[in-house]
Each structure stands twice: as structure tokens, then as C-alpha cells.
């Protein structure tokens, strides 16, 4: 079973700043299959970002992945107020589907 | 536009059995590369997969509830649901539906979630 462990838990940054998640995997994800999740108070979580690196359907293009293997990141070049929330990673390629703990952008 | 919509009590007691449907809208839940399912979030903690099936009745669940969970589909009514038996205090939290859209198929279908629900919350209490 794949664990997924996000640092840092909490950000707290500014809009107009660059910010740059990370998602360690406890052993290989298969393929890339890594996807990223931005979810709101009160919301469901949104997909933002699969395989790795590919953006959803309607995803801004300040929102950026990488990574593969058991190291994964979610870049966000320039902070909308829009886009201060929690972040999860989630691994595909084996079962079970398993979430990071998720990490916390805070308004500084 | 596909959309989700989950139905079903929020309370239940303890040693009792949850069941929640989730209703599609704007699309068909025999569409190509879908299966559908539930994941669960605690209130102010992370996400938990619970489990996914296709349309025909292929079933992934997450091995740590699966004695406990059935995931059904109906594609009369475009509509999928969840029944978890024996529920206790730690089942009480946000219930998502959600389609996972996958890439490919190998010994699990492998895909991201990119439809969800609003989410329902359940508790369990007596």
C-alpha cells in the first residue's frame, strides 16, 4: 500500500507569490498516474491536475505539475486570492487510491 | 455538464447500516472510461477512497472496509449506491459521490476523480 506524505502541512503566503507543493510517495507510483486536488471550505475537492503533469479541463495555466516516481510537486506561479485552500495528492496506479494528508495555503 | 447529486439520511445509529445514493445528471452512467463511486472525509481530516464500480458491475473497494460495503449501480434510474453495514461513530463524515475517468485498466482501473458531488454528511449516533 502506498502512503503519501505532503509537506508543508500549512503555507502562508501572499497573493502575486510563487508557491511549489511537494508529495513524497512511500514506494514508486506506477506510471505517473498522480493527480492533484484543491478543495474549499465547505466544498468538494476539484481536480486539477493528472498523470503527473497534465491540467484538467478548465484549469488555469499557473497551475503546474511534475515529478515522477515517488516525487511529485504542484507549482502555482502566481497566488490568486481564489486559490488560497487545501491541496491533495492522491496516487492512481495501485490499489488502494491513496491521499496525502493534504497541505494548507494560508493569506499571509 | 455531468453532474452528481448524493441522497440519503444524516443520521444513523450505531451498528446500523448507512445507505446513500447518488443520482447522474446531464450524462449516462454507462458513458466510456467511467466507473463510479464514494470516497469519505472525517470532519477536518483527509481523503478516503471507499470503493468503485463500472456501470456493469466491476467493483474495486478499498480492502480495510470491504467486508462492511456493496456499491451498486442501477442504470435504469442513472444512479449508483453505497451501503455500509455495521457502522460506528468513526463512519460519520462527508460522503462524496464521484466518476473516476480512467486511462487504463490493470488489475485496477486507473484514473483520477474528476467528477464529484457536493458531498453529504453523515453521522452515526444513537
Known amino acids: 500500500e502506498i502512503v503519501l506524505t505532503q509537506s508543508p502541512g500549512t503555507l502562508s503566503l501572499s497573493p502575486g507569490e510563487r508557491v511549489t507543493l511537494s508529495c513524497r510517495a512511500s514506494?514508486?507510483?506506477?506510471?505517473?498516474?498522480l493527480a492533484w486536488y484543491q478543495q474549499k471550505p465547505g466544498q468538494a475537492p476539484r481536480l486539477l491536475i493528472y498523470?503527473?503533469?497534465s491540467r484538467a479541463t478548465g484549469i488555469p495555466d499557473r497551475f503546474s505539475g511534475s515529478g515522477s516516481g515517488t516525487d511529485f510537486t504542484l507549482t502555482i506561479t502566481r497566488l490568486e486570492p481564489e486559490d488560497f485552500a487545501v491541496y491533495y495528492c492522491?496516487?492512481?496506479?495501485?490499489?488502494?487510491?491513496?491521499f496525502g494528508q493534504g497541505t494548507k495555503l494560508e493569506i499571509k | 455538464q455531468l453532474q452528481l447529486q448524493e441522497s440519503g439520511p444524516g443520521l444513523v445509529k450505531p451498528s446500523d447500516t448507512l445507505s446513500l445514493t447518488c443520482t447522474v445528471s446531464?450524462?449516462?452512467?454507462?458513458?466510456?472510461?467511467?466507473?463510479w463511486g464514494w470516497i469519505r472525509q472525517p470532519p477536518g481530516k483527509g481523503l478516503e477512497w471507499i470503493g468503485s464500480?463500472?456501470?456493469?458491475?466491476?467493483?474495486y473497494y478499498n480492502a480495510t472496509l470491504k467486508s462492511r460495503i456493496t456499491i451498486s449501480a442501477d442504470t435504469s434510474e442513472n444512479q449508483f449506491s453505497l451501503k455500509m453495514s455495521s457502522v460506528t461513530a468513526a463512519d460519520t463524515a462527508v460522503y462524496y459521490c464521484?466518476?473516476?475517468?480512467?486511462?487504463?485498466?490493470?488489475?485496477?482501473?486507473?484514473?483520477?476523480?474528476?467528477?464529484w458531488g457536493q458531498g453529504t454528511m453523515v453521522t452515526v449516533s444513537s
Open positions: 492522491q496516487q492512481y496506479g495501485s490499489s488502494p487510491y491513496a
Open positions: 464521484t466518476r473516476l475517468r480512467y486511462e487504463d485498466v490493470w488489475g485496477i482501473p486507473r484514473g483520477a476523480f474528476d467528477i
Open positions: 464500480s463500472s456501470y456493469r458491475g466491476n467493483i
Open positions: 498523470g503527473a503533469s
Open positions: 446531464g450524462g449516462s452512467i454507462t458513458s466510456g472510461r467511467s466507473f
Open positions: 514506494q514508486s507510483v506506477d506510471s505517473s498516474y
